[in-house]
């Protein structure tokens, strides 16, 4: 069992930045490739980036490709670094976890989920 607890969100101005975390209680961090979803009201859930099990590699929806950046750490940490924010990413994010072969971003079917952080652009 994965437990994930994302933290971060918040109110951001356009064009401003937010970093949001993923905390993940689980012994084989490594063994997971993680995600990063968002759901704006009224509208379906959906991938916003991806990394591989060990962070290798990782995949962006082409609508914040450029400005969102996944990074992770060895402390069983995954974050998302927001820039150049938009009114268009108001949304509640959640992070994902799925354990998978090595070295492969997952945009789909993930196993575990955490509870969402809810991030706020306008002026």
């Known amino acids: 069992q994965v437990q994930l607890v994302e933290s971060g969100g918040g109110l951001v101005q356009p064009g401003g930045s937010l970093t949001l975390s993923c905390a993940a209680s689980?012994?084989?961090?490594?063994?997971?490739?993680m995600g990063w979803f968002r759901q704006a009201p009224g509208q379906e859930r959906e991938f916003v980036g991806g990394?591989?099990?060990?962070?290798?590699?990782t995949d962006y929806a082409d609508s914040v490709k450029g400005r969102f950046t996944i990074s992770r750490d060895n402390a069983n940490t995954m974050y998302l670094q927001m820039n150049k924010l938009k009114p268009e990413d108001t949304a509640v994010y959640y992070c994902?976890?799925?354990?998978?072969?090595?070295?492969?971003?997952?945009?789909?079917?993930?196993?575990?989920w955490g509870q969402g952080t809810q991030v706020t652009v306008s002026s």
């Open positions: 994902a976890a799925k354990a998978t072969v090595p070295d492969v971003v997952v945009w789909n079917e993930y196993t575990y």
């Open positions: 689980v012994r084989t961090f490594g063994r997971y490739a």
């Open positions: 990394s591989s099990n060990r962070g290798g590699y």
